[in-house]
């Protein structure tokens, strides 16, 4: 067990439509990151929190949006879905500072009919 | 998005034997993590490499920081079949907070 909380699990819906995934992270950490990982796909970096901002961000779609609030949980917002948002959507926490390894959760299925 | 070549994409290898990956960029990083995924779960953290020429053993796995930073090398020895699943290696460079991962090492063990 890792430590990193991602609800829900899985997740089905349907192309147009808006959802929210949630991640509690390591107690103790202050740093949030989301990756996508499509099937048989390596992890592409979405964004990255600290303590409430954002640090860095990466290949993250206008469609997408995420923020982490004062208790340091984290949300990841997916509107206008399309069938290519279907993925794994993984939340990482880390301590923060320079070199910490980022620790994962299980992620969150995402499938869109 | 940027990402790091890892190799070999799969491999498939008897129980028993031992197996070398690498991960290679043309950038200089300063820390190297490796890390395993196994089907429906996240990737855990195996080793972290924080030094040029560092290498760490976590029981049958042995993980080098390549001397010219630019590359990382993971080892398991004496396969089983639990080692099965996808080895990802990810590189921070100085002055960032973004680590990058690699493609992936896709392990499978046949008994």
């Known amino acids: 067990d890792s430590g990193v909380t991602q609800t829900p699990k899985h997740l089905i819906t349907a192309t147009g439509q808006r959802v929210t995934l949630r991640c509690s992270p390591r107690s103790g950490d202050l740093s949030v990151y989301w990756y996508q990982q499509s099937l048989d796909q390596g992890l592409q970096f979405l964004i990255q929190y600290y303590n409430g901002e954002e640090r860095a961000k990466g290949n993250i779609l206008e469609r997408f949006s995420a923020q982490q609030f004062p208790d340091l949980h984290s949300e990841l917002n997916l509107s206008s879905l399309e069938l290519g948002d279907s993925a794994l959507y993984f939340c990482?926490?880390?301590?923060?500072?320079?070199?910490?390894?980022?620790?994962f959760g299980d992620g969150t299925r995402l499938s869109i009919l | 998005g940027q990402q790091l070549n890892q190799s070999p994409q799969s491999m498939f290898i008897q129980e028993g034997e031992d197996v070398s990956m690498n991960c290679t960029s043309s950038?200089?990083?300063?820390?190297w993590l490796w890390y395993k995924q196994e089907p429906g779960e996240g990737p855990v953290l195996l080793i972290a490499?924080?030094?040029?020429?560092e290498l760490t053993s976590n029981g049958r796995l042995t993980a080098q920081f390549g001397i010219t930073r630019k590359d990382s090398f993971l080892n398991i020895s004496a396969s089983i079949p639990s080692d099965v699943g996808i080895y990802f290696c990810a590189g921070l460079t100085s002055g960032t907070y973004k680590y990058i991962f690699g493609t992936g090492t896709r392990l499978k063990v046949l008994a």
């Open positions: 950038s200089i990083f300063n820390t």
């Open positions: 490499l924080y030094k040029a020429g």
């Open positions: 990482a926490s880390s301590a923060g500072t320079p070199n910490q390894p980022q620790h």
